[in-house]
Nanobody
Framework: QAQLVESGGGLVQPGGSLRLSCTAR????????IVWARQAPGKEREGISC????????YYADSVKGRFTISRDNAENTVYLQMNSLKPEDTAVYYC??????????????????WGQGTQVTVSS
């Protein structure tokens, strides 16, 4: 499977926005569903969004629904996570990974061996 690289994290004030990018080395992302997950200190990794490969249907966890938007740009071979109205509880390392389907991406038992290295998002005043 593809080797993915996340970028775009940083420090932002509450209510601010960031756009994360997930790109691939050596593979075309449009052949995969792409999962975004995050892990806050002392907590388990949480699946927060996924986009299908076939129809780009999107899925969101309740914790980010209405604030985050996942999208793909096949020409750029990139999947984006636009994060608006950020809250301090959104502080975490954010990861992306490829999968064949979005099914189960937000299940606590979801397992994926292909997470990228992650990008830190810190929401603080």
């Amino acid at each position: 499977q593809a080797q993915l690289v996340e970028s775009g994290g940083g420090l932002v004030q509450p209510g601010g926005s960031l756009r994360l990018s997930c790109t691939a080395r050596g593979a075309l992302l449009d052949t995969y569903a792409i999962v975004w997950a995050r892990q806050a200190p002392g907590k388990e990794r949480e699946g927060i969004s996924c986009i299908n490969s076939e129809d780009s249907r999107t899925y969101y966890a309740d914790s980010v629904k209405g604030r985050f938007t996942i999208s793909r740009d096949n020409a750029e071979n990139t999947v984006y996570l636009q994060m608006n109205s950020l809250k301090p509880e959104d502080t975490a390392v954010y990861y992306c990974a490829p999968d064949f389907y979005c099914s189960g991406y937000d299940d606590p038992t979801y397992a994926n061996d292909h997470w990228g290295q992650g990008t830190q998002v810190t929401v603080s005043s």
